[in-house]
């Protein structure tokens, strides 16, 4: 991205192609969104999950449950 605001990012194609119908892979990064869109941050390090931060305004949900059922995490 060349260049990244609140609302907008402007995606710089001049160093590899993007075709039209391509899916590319853009992770958010600013707080308010991230924050409001998932019920958990999950910090990671080397491929291995450091952290679980439940977010405190979202719903109540059994974390490790829903890990599992996205194969995060494995129980032991």
Known sequence: ????S????????SMEKVEV???VNII?????YTN?????LIGHRNRRV?????IDAKE??????????ISILKRK
């Not at 991205?1 to 990244?4: I, T, Y």
């Not at 409001?36 to 958990?40: H, P």
């Not at 450091?50 to 439940?54: A, G, K, L, M, W």
Request: proline letters at 2%.
């Open 28 to 32: 958010t990064n600013h707080s308010c």
């Open 60 to 69: 109540d949900i059994d974390i490790e449950k829903r890990l599992l059922s």
């Open 1 to 4: 991205m060349s260049r990244v």
């Open 6 to 13: 609140q609302e907008i990012a402007l995606l710089d194609t």
């Open 36 to 40: 409001n869109a998932v019920n958990v």
């Open 21 to 23: 119908g391509e899916k």
């Open 50 to 54: 450091t952290n679980i931060i439940p």
